[in-house]
């Protein structure tokens, strides 16, 4: 494990594994470099890149401060991106698509940037996330009921069925859900505004001119299809592309070989 110190003091743990030009993870919700798809994608790709495998601030190895900011997220992006010589190639899954995103549009040293199924809710093929979501989630984590926040972020959040997020609680990983459990606020504040069931703003990433590939599972339910399609739309520079076969748990040995063409 390596370090570095991310600009308000915080220290971000990541990993390095092969060799080649840098690429950044950025995980999930609930993602650490151990415990998520990017380890085993980590894996896959290091025969073509020097991957950086890191964990969120809050999560694993990394530090957190208070109060968070997403600036603060994508400020521990560029540190990473520092770290490695200034200029990256950068993937996101998730919540973690749309930091890194938000870290594109701010203008970091990012040479091609690869989304695979941010959170966005663009239409009415799914309930939009209601306006006090965020705040009935952050009151959830203040007084540590970390398994009723953990119900709330999959139930609405994510549109997870009450069927399958009742058994959750019975699934060998609950423990390391909760454990990460606070930093789902975290998660929610990078995506509330983009989860209201409106088309997304065409002008909010004008400036992400990089070449982009913004990915979709072909299993994947209705709602994230059309945000990734309405997405690679608005992007100056997006090419779409579907995973046939592939869900939001997207298999490493299925969507490496799409990096590796990318970036390559």
Not at 3 to 31: H, M, W, Y
Not at 37 to 65: E, K, M
Not at 186 to 205: C, E, M, N, S, T
Not at 217 to 243: C, E, F, I, Q, Y
């Amino acid at each position: 494990m390596e370090q570095v110190i991310s600009r308000d003091g915080t220290k971000i743990a990541f990993e390095r594994s092969g060799e080649g030009p840098p690429v950044i993870l950025v995980g999930g919700a609930f993602n650490t470099r151990s415990f998520g798809p990017n380890g085993g994608l980590a894996a896959l790709l290091a025969d073509h890149f020097t991957v950086i495998n890191y964990d969120r601030r809050g999560r694993g190895g990394s530090g957190d401060t208070i109060p968070y900011a997403v600036e603060r997220e994508v400020e521990d992006i560029e540190a990473l991106i520092e770290a490695v010589g200034g200029s990256a190639y950068v993937y996101g899954i998730s919540s973690g698509a749309a930091l890194a995103l938000e870290a594109a549009n701010r203008g970091l040293g990012i040479q091609k940037l690869a989304l695979y199924e941010s959170p966005f809710v663009v239409d009415d093929s799914r309930p939009p996330v209601s306006d006090d979501y965020l705040e009935r989630l952050q009151k959830l984590v203040a007084l540590d009921r970390r398994g009723e926040a953990i119900k709330l972020f999959m139930r609405e959040g994510i549109g997870l069925p009450a069927v399958f997020v009742a058994m959750m609680r019975l699934m060998p990983a609950w423990s390391k859900l909760k454990a990460v459990a606070p930093t789902v606020v975290y998660d929610a504040a990078i995506v509330d505004d983009f989860q209201k069931g409106r088309p997304l703003p065409a002008g909010r990433w004008e400036t992400v001119t990089v070449p982009t590939l913004v990915a979709v599972g072909g299993k994947s339910p209705a709602w994230m299809r059309h945000a990734m399609r309405s997405l690679a739309d608005v992007l100056p520079n997006a090419r779409h592309l579907t995973l046939e076969g592939q869900t939001h748990i997207v298999k490493p040995e299925a969507l490496a070989p799409a990096l590796v063409d990318f970036f390559e």
